[in-house]
């Protein structure tokens, strides 16, 4: 079942060309990983997926069902979510109120029952938290609830905003270099909860720079080359494509 598909994609600014006639399809349940160079426009087709650009032309669904005009809370209400590749945490707040943040999609008290304080005002309350934990759970994370998000490390940071993400109950999941700047060890914890979101049955589109990471969980891979399709297909297919070696790795290669 194709769960998100973009057809003939054109983004420009000004008069640079960052994604040209850009169609492909992301089917249910599996991890769909955009490679590229540098400059190749990963990041934008990204932001046009999730909200953040109009296309110039071309179209993009999801589930069937148009993204042209939509905010990007419209967007996220359909069940995507993102993570960004510089953390947006608030570093004052605990593990637990950062992830509690993302729940607001699934709540509905308004302002005058929350200063009231009715029963369903805490009854929902209580039911975020359960929520909120249940993301640290699966991020591995549950055990810092209480601990202020800045004394983190990195690597645990990122994995928080993934659990920020996940409190939404997206159905995709938009998760952007989620390795960047992690080590060898935090890489792997990365790479196993990737595939445990799989598991869970969210769809991963997955824009990365690690190469090892992206081979190794994907089921489809994306390239891009100047904002044009230089391949699509499985790992496999990609890595023995000419025209991918020729722009990771030179003319002569």
Not at 67 to 76: D, M, N, S, Y
Not at 100 to 126: D, F, N, Q, W, Y
Not at 138 to 161: D, F, N
Not at 163 to 175: G, I, K, N, V, Y
């Amino acid at each position: 079942m194709t769960l998100l598909q973009a057809s003939n994609l054109d983004k420009h600014f000004g008069g640079v060309a960052a994604v040209t006639d850009l169609s492909f399809e992301v089917q249910k349940g599996i991890i769909y990983s955009v490679i590229g160079p540098n400059g190749a426009g990963k990041t934008t087709l990204f932001n046009m997926l999730c909200g953040y650009y109009v296309p110039n032309a071309g179209s993009i669904s999801f589930a069937g069902k148009s993204l042209e005009g939509l905010q990007t809370h419209q967007i996220a209400a359909l069940g995507i979510s993102r993570t960004f590749q510089n953390l947006q945490v608030f570093y004052n707040m605990t593990v637990l109120e950062n992830v509690m943040v993302g729940c607001h999609l699934r709540t509905h008290t308004g302002l005058i029952k929350a200063a009231l304080r009715l029963p369903s005002v805490v009854r929902e309350e209580r039911q975020v938290r359960e929520w909120s934990m249940q993301a640290l759970e699966v991020c591995g994370l549950a055990h810092l609830a209480e601990r202020e998000a800045g004394s983190l490390p990195y690597g645990e940071l990122k994995r928080l905003e993934i659990a920020r993400a996940l409190a939404s109950d997206p159905e995709f999941l938009a998760m952007d270099e989620p390795a960047a700047g992690l080590n060898d060890t935090e890489t792997v914890e990365m790479r196993e909860l990737i595939l445990r979101l799989k598991q869970k049955g969210i769809t991963i589109l997955l824009v990365e720079h690690n190469m090892g990471l992206v081979m190794q969980i994907s089921d489809r891979v994306l390239v891009l080359g100047f904002g044009c399709l230089l391949a699509e297909g499985t790992p496999q297919q990609v890595q023995n494509d000419p025209a991918v070696i020729k722009a990771y790795l030179g003319e002569e290669v």
